[in-house]
């Protein structure tokens, strides 16, 4: 499940971000089905993206804020801002669309339910 980003009209600051920005970022948020188990199968599978809490490189990294950046926020504390078991942000870098794809893909191939 794709979380709405600024780019879509969905998201609730879109006007104000559209307005204020002449484009929008590779950042990718998104919950996958299942849970913690399923999160770290999918990072563990990804080849070209990085692990790293912070996602402001040029490289493509991935995070995991339940276990990475938030692994100290109680898990209440993390429900409450949104941040479950299953979510992973991606910051796209600038490698090659069709590699990262097919990354992408591979590691949620690998996941298993």
């Not at 970022?25 to 919950?31: C, E, L, Q, V, Y």
């Not at 490189?57 to 949104?82: F, N, Q, Y």
């Not at 910051?91 to 990354?103: F, K, N, P, Y």
Request: proline share 3%; hydrophobic share 45%.
């Amino acid at each position: 499940q794709l979380a709405c980003p600024l780019d879509l009209g969905c998201h609730s600051v879109h006007e104000i971000a559209r307005s204020q920005m002449r484009g929008f970022g590779g950042m990718i948020t998104f919950f996958l089905k299942g849970g913690i188990e399923q999160s770290r199968q999918f990072l563990e599978n990804l080849q070209i993206f990085a692990l790293a809490e912070s996602l402001g490189g040029v490289e493509s990294l991935a995070e995991h804020p339940a276990i990475m950046t938030h692994a100290s926020v109680p898990a209440e504390r993390r429900k409450e801002l949104g941040i479950s078991d299953s979510l992973v942000r991606l910051s796209v870098g600038i490698e090659e669309q069709e590699d990262l794809l097919a990354d992408i893909k591979g590691a949620l191939d690998a996941v298993q339910l």
